[in-house]
């Protein structure tokens, strides 16, 4: 992987970033290729959904700069953005109940004229592409108050994708998917991946991340400070054992399984 | 959908008929037809019924249609806009507001014709003072919106009373006592068309904006993520509410609970497009207010019921049942 010869899409440096002047996370740098996928992790607390709410332009940095693709993310006028950026949150309120469709539709916004209710030929086959993607096409008429937690993760993961953006950041999207289709969602950002997307996502799950990411930013924090980035790096590297005790204070085997691929066994406690 | 469009124009237009026909003088519908097609300029030479047409009945029950959808307007824009289906304009300040500037401006001997606009202005003030202090950084915030208004209503109420009490002038304290209970009688044709001029601007505003109303109201976060300039679309909303909500109590003073029922009404029974929900609650008010009217003229012989006190009558348990249907869902 040559990530160094790809224009950087996405840049952060030096960001501090926080609520109501109390940082959370500090000393963040990073840079997003197209066609590759950053997984944001680390314990409980260490402001991951707050570095991607900066990300998503949803929260102004206290300190440092955001770049896409050259230009400082709050230069650009926000439909710009969400042409070229989707998010994901945590979780969806809606006020109005839609049905699943219609809340798709949405994501084609900033592709349409702000007062426009109208769709295009365009606009209602990335609608479509975006519902048979993540399947929730046979939803397509459900209101979202009736689905499972689920089914309406996928209706938002779909919104994302009718936007068509050239990054997506998601923030745990896996969260209340059940096995199958969190293994559906990582083909989905895999062949994302495969057409020149850059994502950055949020997870949990040190297994998955190790099979999705190009690249991890493990974030560490120390009691009662702001959290760092104790590594960025390929996923063999950041989550090695030793950064695993560091971080998350947990001892973890690591072992092989019949693919080669190195599976995570968090065994202990190490405090 | 379209039955129940049709349902709603006839209600409205009978409303209209019966308020043109009804009263202390009761006029068949045959003469009430041959004098409103007539020409206004010149009504029949002697006929008093041709001027009590065009000159009290009209001008009402146009005033009343005019303030029925401004405040059912501004009434689904707030609801839509805080989220909360209890708002209303006496709940963000914005009918106290203008309300104030009304009582302020009457005491101290303004002009009537300007009166309109002083409310204008006060509901705009009370909504700005009310808005710029339920900003936080990703927009505004439902609660505290809600929580303000209320308490800058109180205030304003409060002062409403002292200026009151204070005026020296018993008159001039009747009249704007009669005004704040609400009251639609006695209005000119140029106050009618000034304050329906504000709310074609707002109704209009609001239909413009019904995308951005569909978009805030999956939340605050995904509009921004979906391109919508946040801040800006909550400022035009609201502007249109203040501005549908101020023309109304300018006209009418301080009626209440239209736009608490008609956007419920809209939204239960006018399907879930926003366009849909904007033109069937203002049609959903004029019926409401030209109702409750034609019942406070013609109710109590040879005597008028103050309007809003008859629709809070209505407007107060419906509020009531609101909140225990609330509780219901679990909230």
């Known amino acids: ?271 | 959908m379209v039955l129940r469009y049709l349902i709603l124009v006839l209600v409205v237009g009978s409303a209209l008929a019966l308020n043109v026909c009804l009263g202390d003088v009761p006029v068949s519908p045959q003469a009430a037809w041959s004098i409103v097609t007539g020409p206004p300029g010149a009504p029949q030479a002697g006929s008093g019924l041709a001027t009590m047409i065009w000159q009290i009945r009209l001008p009402r029950l146009l005033v009343a249609f005019v303030v029925g959808s401004g405040l059912a307007v501004s009434g689904y824009l707030l609801q839509s806009l805080s989220r909360n289906p209890l708002a209303d304009p006496y709940l963000t300040g914005t009918s106290s507001g203008a309300g104030l500037a009304v009582a302020a401006a009457t005491l101290a001997g303004l002009d009537f014709a300007l009166v309109p606009l002083a409310a204008f202005a006060g509901g705009l003030a009370a909504s700005t003072v009310v808005a710029a202090m339920a900003r936080s950084p990703s927009g505004l915030s439902v609660s505290r919106l809600i929580l303000c208004g209320v308490a800058l209503s109180a205030i304003c109420s409060s002062l409403i009373t002292f200026a009151l009490l204070d005026s020296g002038d018993p008159a001039r304290s009747q009249g704007l006592f009669l005004w704040l209970a609400g009251n639609i009688g006695g209005r000119s044709w140029s106050e009618l068309a000034a304050s329906a001029a504000y709310i074609a601007v707002g109704l209009a505003a609001a239909l413009v904006l019904s995308k951005p109303l569909r978009l805030l109201s999956v939340g605050v976060q995904s509009a921004a993520a979906l391109g919508l300039d946040v801040v800006k679309a909550q400022w035009a909303l609201l502007f249109a509410a203040i501005l549908t909500c101020g023309a109304s109590v300018a006209v009418s003073g301080l009626v209440g609970f239209v736009g608490l029922i008609a956007p419920h009404v809209a939204r239960n029974l006018f399907g879930r497009d926003e366009r849909s929900h904007i033109v069937s609650a203002a049609l959903i008010g004029a019926a409401l207010v030209l109702l409750a009217d034609l019942a406070a003229r013609t109710l109590a012989a040879g005597q008028e019921l103050p309007l809003g006190t008859l629709l809070s009558l209505i407007g107060g348990p419906f509020f009531l049942w609101l909140v225990l249907h609330q509780r219901a869902e679990g909230l």
Not at chain 1, 109 to 122: E, L, R, T, V
Not at chain 1, 186 to 199: K, Q, Y
């Open chain 1, 1 to 271: 992987m040559s990530e160094t010869a790809l224009p950087a899409l996405l840049e952060a440096s030096g960001l501090t970033v926080g609520w109501g002047g109390k940082a959370v996370a500090e000393q963040v740098s990073l840079q997003l290729s197209a066609g590759q996928i950053l997984v944001i992790a680390g314990p409980n607390g260490a402001g991951k959904s707050t570095l991607v709410k900066a990300l998503a332009r949803q929260l102004k940095p206290a300190k440092g700069t955001i770049k896409l693709a050259g230009s400082d993310i709050w230069s650009l006028p926000p439909r710009d953005f969400a042409r070229k950026v989707s998010y994901v949150p945590q979780s969806l309120e809606p006020g109005q109940d839609l049905t699943v469709r219609e809340l798709v539709a949405l994501g084609r916004n900033p592709h349409q004229p702000w007062w426009s209710w109208g769709a295009s030929a365009d606009d209602r086959q990335a609608v479509t592409e975006a519902m048979e993607k993540t399947a929730t096409w046979q939803l397509r008429d459900k209101y979202l108050s009736s689905l499972s937690g689920g089914e309406r993760q996928r209706a938002v993961i779909a919104v994302a994708l009718a936007q068509k953006p050239r990054c997506m950041l998601l923030d745990e999207p896996t969260a209340h998917l059940d096995f199958r289709h969190q293994l559906e969602l990582v083909d989905i950002l895999r062949d994302l991946r495969g057409h020149g997307l850059g994502i950055v996502l949020v997870v949990h799950d040190l297994n998955l991340m190790a099979r999705l990411a190009d690249l991890i930013l493990l974030l560490a924090k120390p009691d009662d400070r702001p959290s760092r980035p104790a590594c960025l790096g390929r996923p063999e590297q950041a989550l090695s054992q030793a950064n695993l005790r560091r971080v998350y204070g947990v001892e973890v085997s690591i072992v092989t399984d019949a693919a080669g691929q190195p599976v995570y066994l968090p065994t202990s406690s190490s405090q």
